[in-house]
């Protein structure tokens, strides 16, 4: 890093306006504590020249304690469900995207904040990652880089999700500048302490970076080390739908490490295994979500990948 000139840097508007969502889904519970805990008092997370939001995006499904009321506000952020009418007719989620949209957006336009940071659990053996949205997104790139780096030794990984089919519109695709940060493992409804440190110091390198960035330091062309969102793979099922095998205990707590062809991927119920039948190595993650058996996924596929990010500074 350095405040040398390099004509080649990409110019980027400053990032003024940042929000910090938490409570996405009502019972994941890092998120939802940090931002009410920097709702009632937001010293540690005030920036020079930065407004910063802390801020609960499904008030109803924290109340109750759960993923979502109706729908999950986390996929709801569909242009479709964004210039809908109906009013009350429609889902608790699809009307709370609306009003979201209107407050942080509107998605897509020179309104929309700078950044949003979208905080998140996950039952699954992930560690800390943060997840892009865009392979071109150099600011995000530069931010993760810097947040990798001062989280070091500790391991925070990348998940790119841009495929075509499985990208999904997320609350935080509102930002110019989207950032999904999942933490675990943690059961859902539960605090865990050393998740909610994680997130937290995760969280602060992420501001530091901005407000570094906006007094005009430059950021060096850099690479990223990411893995790439290929495949959502289900559990195997019967004729009418069931589930007939668990998530093989090799491959169980096993998120980021290896699967390779022939490798076993599922057990019946009965003790068999199912082997893993692709033709390349891939590294699976959010290995048994429990979040994901409504959307019939036992875990996705990655592929790992070096991005490289161009130089940066503020325009």
Known sequence: MSSGNNNNAARIDAARRVAIFGGTHGNEMSGVTLVNLWMQNSAEIQRKEVDIEPFITNPK???????????????AFTQENLSVTGGDEL???????QEI?????????????????????????MGCTLILESSKDAFNLQMMNYIKKAFAPASCLVLLNEHPLLKYSTSRSVAKHPVGLEVGPQPQGVLRSNIFEAMRVILKHALDFIELFNEGMEFPP???E??????????????????????????Q???????????????TFDGKSIHYQGSTTVYPTFINEAAYYEKQQAFVTTRRETLVAN????A
């Open 253 to 267: 707590d096993c998120d980021w490490e290896p699967l390779n062809p022939g490798d076993p991927m599922f057990q």
């Open 226 to 251: 990411v893995f790439r969102v290929l495949e959502r793979m289900d559990y195997p099922r019967d004729a009418n739908g069931n589930i007939i095998a668990m998530v093989h205990p090799n491959l």
């Open 101 to 125: 949209n209107r407050m942080f957006g509107p998605k897509g336009t020179p309104e929309a904040y700078d950044v949003i940071f979208d905080l998140h659990n996950t039952t699954s053996n």
């Open 311 to 314: 130089a940066i500074r503020k």
């Open 91 to 97: 889902p608790y989620e699809v009307l709370r995207a």
């Open 222 to 224: 850099c690479t990223v």
């Open 61 to 75: 499904a924290v109340e109750k304690c759960v993923r979502y009321v109706d729908t999950d506000l986390n996929r």
